[in-house]
């Protein structure tokens, strides 16, 4: 579960002092032991989200699971694709957003809001260009057992205070059944997010035919499922 700094570096495809300077300067968790610091995956794949930095999905990757990992078109195709949601806060249109969910039975939706706005209230998980992905550090559990990713378009530009300032229209969030699906999930449609054709493609708000035909594209061109 932890990378040492060589490993991250070779990985993330940066030299060993651009990772160091994560750390010491960016805020990128680690632990230090004998003058040599390991990541824990989970704190990288937070610190990531949250600071925009692109890391390859295939750290995250569990190499023994006999599993096959979800693809981001599958989940999304499970979780669903909504326009034109209403809301004037994070508050509203995270309501709105968990309205939509599928929720396994006993989770209270009130409850699932305030643990995403208490998130937010530790950094906001908006990654620029009018794009976030709230989420909490655990993974809001699926009911079957499958992963599910809802793609949310805002009818109103709210504020998130993302780094770049710009307001946020579009959302994703993740239901997974397990802590390694969702860390895997979350890594591959974060490092998806970073091409800017297809931050593009959905800023146009297109059919939901050609966001899944793209992404599945992507997925073939830069992941390794």
Not at 3 to 9: M, N, S, T
Not at 65 to 74: E, L
Not at 202 to 209: C, F, K, P, T
Request: aromatic share 6%; with cysteine.
């Amino acid at each position: 579960m932890y990378l040492k700094v060589a490993e991250l570096a070779k990985a993330a495809g940066v030299n060993e002092k651009t990772v160091l300077f994560w750390i010491r300067d960016m805020g990128l968790p680690a632990h230090k032991q004998d003058d040599r610091y390991s990541i824990n995956r989970v704190d990288l794949l937070e610190w990531a989200t949250t600071t925009g930095i692109s890391i390859p999905p295939e750290i995250f990757v569990v190499h023994n699971d006999p599993n096959r990992p979800t693809a981001v078109s599958d989940a999304l195709q499970s979780g669903g694709i909504f326009y034109d949601l209403p809301g004037d806060t994070p508050e509203s249109a995270l309501r709105e957003v968990v309205s939509r969910l599928q929720l396994p039975p006993g989770l209270d939706p009130d409850f699932l809001l305030q643990t995403l706005l208490a998130r937010e209230a530790l950094g906001s998980t908006a990654l620029g260009n009018g794009i976030a992905i709230p989420h909490v550090r655990n993974p809001i559990v699926g009911a079957a057992g499958e992963s599910a990713i809802s793609l949310c378009f805002l009818k109103n530009p709210i504020d998130f205070e993302a780094v770049d300032g710009l307001p946020v229209t579009i959302l994703f969030t993740l239901v997974t059944p397990n802590v390694k699906a969702h860390l895997q999930l979350l890594a591959k449609l974060a490092f998806l997010l970073h091409d800017q054709p297809f931050q593009e493609l959905l800023h146009r708000a297109n059919s939901e035919a050609e966001i899944m035909t793209t992404i599945r594209a992507l997925e073939e061109q830069k992941i390794r499922r």
